[in-house]
């Protein structure tokens, strides 16, 4: 079998498998981690931000687009949300998002990093044990959506977000 490396994306490039309907138990459970971090305590913004940054290391397009739709809906600023990927060089982040970034970094990138003392170190000053778990569930939740939209090609651009009213209707 003849395989192409992956040099980019591509007009040619097609949806493949629709997860959802395919591994429906699958997808169910990996919800349920992500409702466990919305209800963490963890705040909304951050929760955005660190989604938003390993969307971007990641280069899960669908994501990007999701969560910086999902994110004006909150009321994040334009100037942030385009200050993610190069977060390091702006002072628009609180130092506990800052932590945040920089362990998002880490843990998206573990096989590199294998998560550093530093980093750790600097999410510890402003995290709890609690709040350390938590952030690395998120991490490791938005990591598995964003390899299931890369690998299955979901069409970038036809996420909708779900406001309050069409939520409550849904519920």
Not at 4 to 16: H, K, M, V
Not at 74 to 95: I, K
Not at 100 to 106: F, I, K, Y
Request: hydrophobic share 40%.
């Amino acid at each position: 079998m003849t395989t192409t490396p992956y040099t980019g994306a591509s007009s040619t490039l097609r949806p493949r498998i629709d997860y959802a309907n395919a591994a429906p138990g699958a997808v169910r459970a990996h919800l349920a981690l992500e409702r466990y971090v919305r209800a963490s305590g963890l705040e909304p913004s951050l929760l955005h931000l660190i989604k938003l940054r390993a969307s971007y290391i990641n280069g899960c397009a669908y994501c990007v687009d999701m969560h910086t739709k999902d994110a004006r809906l909150e009321r994040e600023t334009e100037q942030r949300l385009y200050a993610v990927p190069v977060w390091r060089e702006t002072p628009f982040f609180t130092p506990r998002e800052r932590a945040a970034l920089a362990w998002t970094d880490a843990v998206t990138e573990i096989s590199r990093t294998h998560a550093p003392d530093d980093v750790y170190d600097e999410v510890r000053e402003h995290f709890t044990e609690l709040e350390i778990t938590n952030l690395t569930a998120a991490i490791v939740a938005i990591n598995g959506w964003n390899r299931l939209a890369i690998s299955m090609r979901v069409p970038v651009g036809s996420y909708v977000p779900r406001t309050e009213e069409s939520s409550d209707a849904a519920a």
